[in-house]
């Protein structure tokens, strides 16, 4: 069965910036991919390519079998795309909002209001479907606009930054959503600028760094080739943190009291989340009763200097 | 069926919600029915006929609803489209699957609703009016019918301005400034030649039939405002009436302007109009222009009265100032068009990677992103042909007959044309829109200003002057056309030798402009060709 993306030498420029320098990649039918990196990395261009608003500079793309740059109409069909900030029509009431897409897409009668229903109740606006869009938050409006990009059943759904502004038990929901979906047979691509945040529901994931993909693969696969990141971990402790941090250098791990706070130590461990775990099960093991537990620089920027400094080496 | 079009709907829903419209609504019952109440009741009062009364207060409810259609509604559309681009909502209804022209037509009707339903509170007053006024239909069906098209032409117009303009503020002005061009420039260059762009306006036929039943309170000659007040419109050898003439000129607008609006709607990055379309729509402007100026041209009975000739323009000036306008105003529509059609650097620079990497040497000359000189090329041909039945038809029309100056020296007017289109190429390829204003500014304007200065100075014309206005790029029609005066010996010395400086002086823009252009190809050629090797 063919893939349902395949990119290839996928190159955006603007002007003479490179945003997107020859991306290629495969992925298939029901995978919920996850594009992360840094801001300016290139993933809202390449999500505008895929979404057909974007003229790339050059190469080739098929998406549910169709070729983007011949048939761009039979995938706009198959297409739900919800942009970054995802815009919303602000005069519009929530439901009227979603009757107009609705329209749009060719539903009518009970079949369309069946539909707005089930989209609104599977991000949970229901209740605000008489609100106007321009009252709302912006976490519901991201909701809002998640309900009308699911509207019409796409085969591929392109979400740029879907989580931003959304609250702990709002990023539940889109997460069960998006699985549901997928569970359909969709396909998803799914933007962001934090790690954790795609690991927990993506498949697979791709780190696109200065428009090019540095590495892509399963979720596993992509976590274990950052083994070899440091990370800047912070420790807090009930008590004892002087004897943590003689216990620590004995171990050869270079770590340091916090100034700021007296039962928190700081230290830099090498390798990704599963190093970090060996460490927190070793110093339970060593009965330090542990508070607080949490990278502070395991971020992407950090990430994506070692890779792009793994890059330059190579 | 428009309102089945979810785009229309959408907008009913949103700007015609009572409380969001009410004061409009309003505003537009109290201004009219004060308008009619109080032109109406006194005149009857009065003992002045009931029928010239209503007849009486048609004219302000016109304006009543041309202001309402034409300048709030294109408002609205204007500033609508812009919004929902600027708003990145515009790129939600890309997406969808409706049919572009159903997209096109829901925002069209769609945007200027609330002015449509405006427009419908003062219809029981027309009707008020038409009834007690005993107006015959023939006099307001075709003042309608035009009125509808223009109004569908105006939106058009801002719907063009907010899908060319990236800013909010930019949209606004770029349709006010369409509107102040096509409804009160262009048509102004009918008294110069060029009637048919008084038919973008609904004055014509306002002219030909609301007028003439207005009566005497209108107290306004045709005349004073219009070279046709109700007359037929000469094209070529025929005649055709005013209405019909409107509809051709205002649809030929319209078609273009979907044109436009619907690339933009495939894609926001493309150029407002494709090659093929500059092409045709210089070639139409180049007929129309050639078909008005006719009579003139063969010294017909029906001559137009342009400059306040009375239609019998004298010879000395006429073989220098028909063919000066025709190629001032083509050349002035090849700028523009050039402007929209041709790639800027960056989009040429793209197309030349795209090229190389499809392991083409080059891309076909239609191409949106491909280099502009076949284009520029058809446009000029285009042009001298016209030019040149312009000159063989005034000589043939015995207008060099008497004349001292040298039919011959016409040759100039090609030279010059043609130079300043591929000029103009050059730079718009080069250095894309944004500089090339900075460029018209310094290099076009100053050298001008200077000529001016010198001659205030002197007092009279003097050699230098002509010498600094050559600089000029844009003074090489003028010129080459003013070789041609014959009353004037020294004033046709004078533009030789700024004529000289301005075929030189364009001569070497064009040299350097096109190597630059071979040389940036050649150089992007070879940086793609290492690219790729690199890739592989």
């Given at each position: 069965m063919e893939p349902a993306i395949q990119i290839k030498d996928l190159r955006v420029d603007y002007g003479t910036f490179t945003?997107?320098?020859?991306l290629s990649l495969s992925i298939e039918r029901g995978e919920i991919y996850g594009l992360v990196g840094p801001n300016g990395a290139g993933k809202t261009s390449t999500l505008n390519v895929l979404a057909t608003l974007l003229i790339p500079t050059y190469g080739s793309v098929q998406m549910a079998g169709f070729d983007l740059d011949e048939e761009p109409d039979k995938i706009r069909a198959r297409l739900g795309y919800m942009p970054d900030l995802a815009p919303i029509i602000s005069n519009l009431k929530v439901w009227e909002f979603l009757d107009l897409f609705a329209n749009c897409y060719g539903l009518a009668g009970s079949t369309k209001s069946k539909r707005v229903d089930e989209c609104l109740e599977l991000v949970g606006m229901n209740e605000s479907r008489n609100t106007l869009c321009g009252t709302l938050s912006r976490g519901m409006t991201q909701r809002v606009v998640l309900a009308k990009t699911l509207l019409h059943k796409p085969d591929i759904l392109l979400l740029d930054e879907p989580a931003s502004g959304m609250d702990p038990l709002a990023r539940i929901d889109l997460k069960d959503a998006l699985q549901a979906v997928s569970s359909e047979g969709a396909t998803i691509i799914i933007s962001s600028h934090i790690l954790s945040e795609l690991s927990e529901m993506a498949t697979s994931v791709g780190i696109l760094h200065k428009g090019k993909l540095r590495e892509s693969g399963s979720v596993q696969q992509v976590l274990s080739s950052l083994e070899h990141v440091t990370t800047r971990l912070e420790v807090d402790l009930v008590k004892d943190r002087h004897e943590c941090l003689t216990w620590l250098h004995e171990k050869g791990i270079q770590a340091s009291a916090s100034d700021k706070h007296n039962r928190r130590i700081e230290l830099d461990i090498e390798g990704g989340p599963a190093a970090q775990a060996a460490l927190l099960k070793r110093l339970v093991e060593a009965n330090f009763v542990i508070n607080g537990f949490h990278p502070v620089r395991s971020n992407l920027e950090d990430l994506m200097r070692s890779i792009s400094n793994d890059g330059s080496e190579s | 069926m428009i309102w089945r079009n979810p785009i229309f709907i959408r907008f009913c829903r949103s700007e015609l919600r009572v409380k969001k419209a009410i004061f409009w609504y309003l505003l537009t019952f109290i201004v009219t029915i004060s308008t009619v109440a109080m032109m109406f009741t006194p005149q009857v009062i009065n003992g002045r006929d009931p029928v010239d009364a209503a007849r009486s207060i048609l004219l302000p409810l016109l304006i009543i609803q041309g202001v309402i259609l034409l300048f709030l509604g294109t408002g609205s559309v204007a500033s609508g489209i812009t919004r929902e681009k600027v708003d990145n909502v515009l790129n939600y209804q890309r997406l969808t699957p409706m049919r572009t022209r159903d997209k096109i037509l829901g925002y069209l009707f769609g945007l200027p609703v609330r002015q449509y339903v405006l427009f419908g509170i003062t219809l029981p007053f027309l009707l008020f009016i038409l009834i007690v006024g005993r107006v015959p239909p023939s006099a307001f069906v075709p003042y309608y019918l035009v009125f509808f098209s223009s109004t569908i032409l105006y939106h058009f117009t801002g719907l063009v301005a907010g899908m060319i303009s990236k800013r909010w503020r930019w949209s606004a002005r770029i349709s006010q400034g369409l509107i102040v061009l096509l409804y009160f420039i262009l048509p102004q260059l009918s008294h110069i030649g060029l009637v048919f762009l008084e038919f973008l306006t609904v004055r014509p036929v306002f002219m030909e039939y609301i007028l003439p039943i207005v009566g005497s309170s209108a107290e306004i000659e045709a005349s004073d405002l219009i070279i046709f007040a109700g007359e037929s419109v000469p094209f070529f050898n025929l005649h055709i009436s005013g209405t019909l003439f409107s509809f051709i000129i205002q649809s030929a607008l319209i078609v273009l302007f979907a044109a436009i609006i619907a690339r933009k709607w495939k894609?926001?990055?493309?150029?407002?109009?494709s090659k093929p379309m500059a092409a045709i729509t210089f070639t139409a402007f180049v007929v129309m222009s050639l078909g008005n100026i006719w009579p003139n041209l063969v010294r017909?009975?029906?001559?137009?009265?342009i400059f306040q000739s009375g239609g019998n323009l004298g010879s000395e000036l006429a073989v220098i100032v028909l063919p000066l306008i025709l190629a001032l105003s083509t050349t002035l529509l090849a700028f523009v068009l050039l402007t929209s059609a041709l790639p800027d650097p960056m989009q040429f620079r793209h197309g030349l990677i795209r090229a190389q990497r499809h392991l083409k040497n080059r891309l076909s000359p239609?191409?949106?992103?491909?280099?502009?000189y076949v284009v520029t090329g058809l446009i000029f041909l285009v042009q001298a042909t016209f030019l040149c039945v312009v000159y063989l038809t005034l000589f043939r029309s015995g207008y060099f007959d008497g004349l001292e100056s040298n039919p011959l020296l016409s040759v100039w007017m090609f030279v010059a044309t043609g130079l300043f289109l591929f000029y103009y190429q050059g730079l718009k390829e080069n250095f894309g829109s944004g500089q090339v204003a900075l460029f018209v500014l310094l290099t076009w304007t100053l050298p001008g200003l200077v000529a001016v200065f010198i001659i205030l100075v002197n007092q009279g014309p003097t050699t230098l002057a002509f010498l600094v206005a050559g600089?000029?790029?844009?003074?090489v029609i003028p010129f080459s056309s003013a070789l041609l005066n014959s009353f004037q010996p020294e004033e046709a010395a004078y533009a030789s030798q700024g004529l000289a400086v301005a075929v030189l002086t364009l001569l070497a823009m064009n040299i350097w402009l096109h190597l630059r252009l071979k040389k940036k190809r050649n150089q992007l050629t070879e940086e793609e060709l290492g690219r790729l090797s690199a890739d592989r």
């Open positions: 945003a997107v320098s020859n | 894609s926001d990055s493309k150029q407002a109009i017909s009975e029906r001559a137009l009265d239609w191409e949106d992103a491909a280099g502009g600089l000029s790029p844009f003074t």
